[in-house]
């Protein structure tokens, strides 16, 4: 039986400025059966309130303490260590680092920069942690949809500073086995009742394999056919959240 249901954000609950059809009559029957949800998410292009305005708008029902960023997660880390970063991040993102000195950086964070991935500023990242800097890495994402059309996401700029500058990032979002660990310690629920809902087989699915708990895969978002196949492991495959609360509750009845 499922006690915990964390779902990715974009691409899973909505694409753009769109509701994936009956996702919010979904997660709202999820949550009045006494199921504890969490969303989660990598989503490094908007700041955490304009995330949570979005989800109300759509209809969605949450408290904010029910939503986990990778974003959250890298300030945390820095704070914790005082270190002083490079944020090469999206400028709509910029503002959550603002209390953090930025002075003389001493480690590199790189999230989903868009245009800001440019020559000068990867070099920048790839000199400090040549340099030593510790390098913090949104996550692996390969890539992203925005619209109707797919686009590289943060993971091929986080691969290519580990492979120049000889490095192993620290990823602070999904994948990362201490990101889930994190959220499901918020549901006081183990790994085996719990399922992970998401659009991306490697960072959502996999990724919650590693750690124990069940994994579902939607056709939404930026699933491609033949995603399923891509890893191994034994996982639920649905056209949409709608299907996997519906598979839910049944089995919890």
């Known amino acids: 039986m499922i006690d915990a249901l964390l779902l990715d954000l974009s691409g899973v609950l909505y694409q753009g400025a769109k509701s994936i059809p009956g ?11 006494g199921v504890q949800v969490r969303f989660i998410t990598n989503t490094s292009q ?6 949570l305005s979005h989800l109300y708008a759509l209809g969605f029902s949450l408290d904010s303490t029910q939503l986990f960023t990778a974003v959250d997660a890298a300030r945390d880390w820095l704070q914790t260590r005082k270190l002083r970063p490079f944020c090469l991040v999206h400028e709509n993102i ?7 000195d930025q002075h003389d950086p001493n480690a590199v964070f790189l999230a989903d920069a868009a245009t800001g991935f440019s020559f000068e500023n990867l070099n920048r990242a790839f000199q400090l942690c040549m340099a030593g800097a510790p390098f913090l890495g949104i996550g692996y994402n390969r890539y992203c949809k925005s619209g109707d059309e797919l686009q590289l996401d943060a993971g091929p700029f986080v691969k290519a500073i580990e492979f120049a500058a000889g490095v192993e990032a ?7 086995e201490v990101f ?15 399922i992970m809902v998401g659009d991306d087989v490697f960072s959502d699915v996999e990724g919650a394999l590693r750690v124990g708990m069940n994994a579902c895969l939607v056709k ?5 056919p033949g995603d399923e196949h891509r890893i191994t492991g034994d996982f639920l495959t649905f056209d949409s959240v709608v299907e996997v609360v519906d598979f839910i509750l049944k089995h919890r009845d």
């Open 23 to 33: 996702a919010a009559n979904a997660v709202e029957r999820a949550q009045r059966s």
């Open 46 to 51: 908007k700041a955490r309130e304009e995330l």
């Open 170 to 176: 620290t990823i602070v979002g999904k994948p990362s």
């Open 94 to 100: 910029v503002g959550e680092f603002s209390d953090i």
């Open 220 to 224: 939404t978002g930026k699933y491609l």
């Open 180 to 194: 889930f660990r994190e959220v499901m310690a918020s549901t006081q629920v183990s790994p085996e009742r719990t």
